[in-house]
């Protein structure tokens, strides 16, 4: 009995990877709403909260503004591939922020500690709840770390002044703030060490 073995080779799935997101905005600004796919050949069409296709809103992004009171309310946005198949994202809000109590940043997931050795790659990563929050960084001596302005601290790889105390702070876009806990990055070598 010979048995054939057959190689297929699936396109690239429709699917989307990062949904447009909530912003708040006040009169006359202007914002973007973004959505991120993956697929073949995609194409975009955006829908305003009465259903209704909006006209040339055929991108990824969404670009309104001036904004005006008719602006506000619920946006989607539909992504099709060349099969045909298609996909539609969320809701998204844009609200008047004159008429919002935002709530303050908050983290939900706190950094952990890690223990790592001179050479190996390592990471920390916080995320936290809040309107259009920026991260940033900071060292055990309270100095901001520049480029660390995401949820994740990268080391790649970790250097010998590395080890030692970490934290993260958020901004939202109306001033509220919020830090992590402090966290260690140990050096494994220096605690085994320790134990011997």
Same mark, same amino acid.
């Given at each position: 009995i010979h048995s054939l073995l057959f190689t297929i080779t699936m396109p690239n799935l429709l699917r989307i990877i990062s949904q447009p997101k909530c912003q708040y905005a006040s009169m006359g600004a202007k914002v973007e709403l973004m959505v991120e796919a993956a697929g073949m050949d995609l194409t975009f069409q955006w829908y305003n909260q009465g259903g209704l296709a909006m006209p040339g809103a055929n991108t990824h992004i969404l670009a309104l503004g001036p904004l005006k009171k008719e602006h506000f309310g619920f946006y989607r946005v539909r992504v099709r591939d060349s099969f045909g198949s298609y996909l539609l994202s969320d809701w998204a809000e844009l609200a008047d922020v004159s008429y919002v109590s935002p709530p303050c940043p908050m983290f939900v997931i706190e950094p952990k500690a890690v223990t790592a050795r001179v050479g190996e790659c390592e990471y920390l990563f916080s995320h936290a709840t809040g309107v259009n929050l920026q991260y940033q960084w900071y060292n055990e001596k309270g100095v901001l770390i520049p480029g660390a302005s995401n949820k994740y601290l990268l080391f790649t790889p970790i250097k010998e002044?590395?080890? =030692?105390?970490?934290r993260c702070a958020v901004l939202d876009m109306f001033g509220g703030e919020a830090f992590s806990?402090?966290?260690?990055?140990?050096?494994? =070598?220096?605690?085994?060490?320790d134990i011997c």
């Amino acid at each position: 009995i010979h048995s054939l073995l057959f190689t297929i080779t699936m396109p690239n799935l429709l699917r989307i990877i990062s949904q447009p997101k909530c912003q708040y905005a006040s009169m006359g600004a202007k914002v973007e709403l973004m959505v991120e796919a993956a697929g073949m050949d995609l194409t975009f069409q955006w829908y305003n909260q009465g259903g209704l296709a909006m006209p040339g809103a055929n991108t990824h992004i969404l670009a309104l503004g001036p904004l005006k009171k008719e602006h506000f309310g619920f946006y989607r946005v539909r992504v099709r591939d060349s099969f045909g198949s298609y996909l539609l994202s969320d809701w998204a809000e844009l609200a008047d922020v004159s008429y919002v109590s935002p709530p303050c940043p908050m983290f939900v997931i706190e950094p952990k500690a890690v223990t790592a050795r001179v050479g190996e790659c390592e990471y920390l990563f916080s995320h936290a709840t809040g309107v259009n929050l920026q991260y940033q960084w900071y060292n055990e001596k309270g100095v901001l770390i520049p480029g660390a302005s995401n949820k994740y601290l990268l080391f790649t790889p970790i250097k010998e002044n590395d080890f =030692g105390f970490y934290r993260c702070a958020v901004l939202d876009m109306f001033g509220g703030e919020a830090f992590s806990n402090w966290i260690q990055v140990l050096d494994e =070598g220096a605690v085994m060490s320790d134990i011997c």
